[in-house]
């Protein structure tokens, strides 16, 4: 049975960091492009950051650019998310995912796994 876990989701002030890892079980995706998503209170799902199966290109949503990057340790099956200069804007609940193929992708319908969510608030 294929899990991804999501953690590092917190409380931080504006301005302040967090880093987020999602870890896989049940098959390994180093061959798999994988992508962070948020879901902002009274808000659709969003597209946040996509890095392709090797670990090479990767893609930022407009609002995060500069300030979040995404990266993977396919030994340990782990993608990570390092979020920086955080807003109160950046508050949601941010999803991993995962898609059965290499390239990247914006949209949710592209990936096949998902996991539950960690919360993020930023304070003002």
């Known amino acids: 049975q294929v899990q991804l876990v999501e953690s590092g989701g917190g409380l931080v002030q504006s301005g302040g960091s967090l880093r987020l890892s999602c870890t896989a079980s049940?098959?390994?995706?180093?061959?798999?492009?994988m992508g962070w998503f948020r879901q902002a209170p009274g808000k659709e799902r969003a597209f946040v950051a996509t890095i392709s199966g090797i670990g090479g290109p990767t893609l930022y949503a407009d609002s995060v650019k500069g300030r979040f990057t995404i990266s993977r340790d396919n030994a340990k099956n782990t993608v990570y998310l390092q979020m920086n200069s955080l807003k109160p804007e950046d508050t949601a609940v941010y999803y991993c995912a995962a898609t059965n193929g290499q390239i990247i992708a914006t949209i949710q319908n592209a990936y096949n796994y998902w996991g539950q969510g960690t919360m993020v608030t930023v304070s003002s």
């Open positions: 049940g098959r390994t995706f180093s061959r798999s492009a």
